[in-house]
């Protein structure tokens, strides 16, 4: 049961979202451009930045959503199974291990992120921006972890509805949808 009254049928992060438009909009924009604007990572890649965070602040709902959306954009389910299991033997490559590696500290703490763990990732071909939307990136799931897990906003157990929600992610980005989200009242979650 949420800690304070949203709407039912929006699940997660979506019912907070519309709880207050107005704060949802700039954290919807700064998502949209880190995990969706121009990128030399892809955006498979980014989604499984935001998974490993998740994943690290036991955020079931996020992590069930971000994973699903990292499958449906890399095309398979293994690598991110494999990502969530050990970075270091997950089948991506040396830089893609090194920018996990620094998300998951920052998860920790931002302190937690040292030359050490910068520089391995410039050796494996980083560049500076991709270091910096890393720790933003896992910085902006550490606060969407926090904003569901703080409110108890509702987590769906059917794994159906983090499929039609990934779809959704992918097909439309973190911008709100035109029309709202009315149309969902019709389809209770589970």
């Known amino acids: 049961m949420p800690h304070i009254e949203i709407e039912s049928h929006l699940p997660g992060i979506t019912g907070l979202l519309e709880y207050r438009k107005?704060?949802?909009?700039?954290?919807?924009?700064?998502?949209?451009?880190?995990?969706?604007?121009?990128?030399?990572?892809?955006?498979?890649?980014?989604?499984?930045?935001?998974?490993?965070?998740?994943?690290?602040?036991?955020?079931?709902?996020?992590?069930?959503?971000?994973?699903?959306?990292?499958?449906?954009?890399?095309?398979?389910?293994?690598?991110?199974?494999?990502?969530?299991?050990?970075?270091?033997?997950?089948?991506?490559?040396?830089?893609?291990?090194?920018?996990?590696?620094?998300?998951?500290?920052?998860?920790?703490?931002?302190?937690?992120?040292?030359?050490?763990?910068?520089?391995?990732?410039?050796n494996a071909g980083a560049t500076d921006l991709e270091i910096h939307d890393t720790v933003l990136i896992a910085a902006l799931f550490c606060l969407y972890n926090r904003y569901v897990d703080g409110l108890n906003a509702f987590t769906p157990g059917d794994p159906e509805y983090y499929k039609t929600l990934a779809d959704r992610i992918v097909h439309h980005g973190y911008t709100r949808l035109p029309g709202g989200y009315d149309h969902l009242k019709n389809n209770p979650v589970q």
């Open 22 to 122: 107005d704060s949802a909009a700039p954290i919807r924009e700064l998502t949209q451009i880190l995990l969706r604007g121009p990128s030399s990572l892809t955006e498979g890649e980014r989604e499984l930045i935001a998974s490993i965070v998740c994943y690290g602040n036991e955020c079931r709902f996020c992590t069930t959503a971000h994973t699903a959306a990292a499958n449906l954009l890399l095309g398979e389910t293994t690598t991110t199974a494999s990502v969530l299991n050990d970075i270091n033997t997950a089948p991506v490559s040396e830089k893609m291990k090194a920018l996990l590696h620094i998300a998951s500290l920052v998860q920790k703490s931002g302190k937690q992120v040292t030359e050490e763990a910068v520089q391995t990732a410039k």
